[in-house]
């Protein structure tokens, strides 16, 4: 199981790498996040806001 959300993870990571202004590529690894009560689902929201304001 854990090599699959190792996998998961990495491809939200590279959606979101490829394609940075892509905000549903930013929110669908914010909530798969936070479905596994993952705190870093909060900071991928701070970082895409932060990522928004440099655009």
Same mark, same amino acid.
């Given at each position: 199981?854990?090599?699959?959300?190792?996998?998961?993870?990495? =491809?939200?990571?590279? =959606? +979101?790498?490829?394609?940075?202004? #892509? #905000?549903?590529?930013?929110? !669908?690894?914010?909530?798969?996040?936070? =479905?596994?009560?993952? =705190?870093?689902?909060? +900071?991928?929201?701070? !970082?895409?806001?932060?990522?928004?304001?440099? +655009?």
């Amino acid at each position: 199981m854990r090599e699959r959300a190792l996998s998961d993870e990495a =491809a939200f990571l590279g =959606a +979101v790498r490829a394609n940075p202004g #892509d #905000d549903t590529a930013w929110f !669908a690894f914010a909530d798969w996040l936070d =479905a596994r009560d993952d =705190a870093r689902g909060c +900071v991928c929201l701070c !970082a895409w806001q932060i990522s928004r304001q440099s +655009v």
